[in-house]
């Protein structure tokens, strides 16, 4: 079993739909990250959070510590948020531990 | 400041030949990390610098792979004798760290390394 593990693998919405990506882990961790990666490699900070909920426009994420639990949301989905989301538990020395990520394909 | 800055993009090399890439950090980031990353997988952590010290090397780091930061700034991650299973994505992220300030954990583009 992975530390770190997100569902669903795979997720297709049509735009406008509200998204859920799941994420639990089983380390204790001082931060967990949420990532996105287009094609082509590059990875994008999306947010750092160790407890509640945090907002930046359409994407929302909370984590529940007790339950060691994530989720990111995203409202009104566009084409453009297409990517691979992934998060990830931050140790205490900062390294990070993935997730295998989130394939999110939206369709106009 | 451009943000992290990995160099080359892609690199096709043949089995056994050596590589190095190189990782430019956001400049007042004092920590720099090495991650690992195979199609469809998420990063894998191999090794970090605080400054120009190693603090950490994961046991996938085998004894072909060398990471140096030797000034405290620019990383290299070299890979000797290179075989098809090196083939990956790999990934080089910096961040600030002191006792007050925990911040701006970064990614470089990558570079995609393929072993022919």
């Known amino acids: 079993k992975n530390e770190v593990e997100q569902s669903p693998q795979n997720l297709t919405a049509q735009e406008g739909e509200f998204i859920t990506i799941n994420c639990s882990y089983s380390?204790?961790?001082?931060?967990l990250h949420w990532l996105q990666q287009h094609p082509g490699g590059g990875i994008v900070s999306l947010f750092m959070?160790?407890?509640g909920k945090k907002k930046h426009g359409r994407l929302i994420a909370t984590i529940n510590i007790q339950e060691k639990h994530s989720s990111l949301h995203i409202t009104a989905s566009h084409p453009r948020d297409s990517a691979v989301y992934i998060c990830?538990?931050?140790?205490?020395?900062?390294?990070?531990?993935f997730g295998t990520g989130t394939r999110l394909q939206v369709f106009p | 400041d451009t943000g992290v800055s990995q160099d080359p993009r892609h690199k096709i090399t043949k089995r056994g030949q050596n590589v190095t890439f190189r990782c430019d950090p956001i400049?007042?980031?004092?920590?720099l990390y090495w991650y690992r990353q195979t199609l469809g997988q998420g990063p894998e952590f191999l090794t970090y610098?605080?400054?120009?010290?190693?603090?950490?090397k994961s046991r996938l780091l085998s004894d072909r792979f060398s990471a140096e930061r030797p000034k405290g700034s620019f990383s290299t991650l070299e890979i000797q004798r290179t075989e098809q299973g090196d083939s990956a994505m790999y990934l080089c992220?910096?961040?600030?760290?002191?006792?007050?300030?925990?911040?701006?954990?970064?990614f470089g583009s990558g570079t995609r390394l393929t072993v022919v």
């Open positions: 992220a910096s961040s600030l760290r002191s006792r007050q300030l925990n911040y701006g954990y970064t």
């Open positions: 380390v204790g961790i001082s931060a």
């Open positions: 959070l160790s407890s």
């Open positions: 990830a538990a931050k140790h205490n020395t900062d390294k990070l531990i």
């Open positions: 400049s007042e980031h004092n920590r």
């Open positions: 610098f605080q400054n120009e010290a190693q603090l950490e």
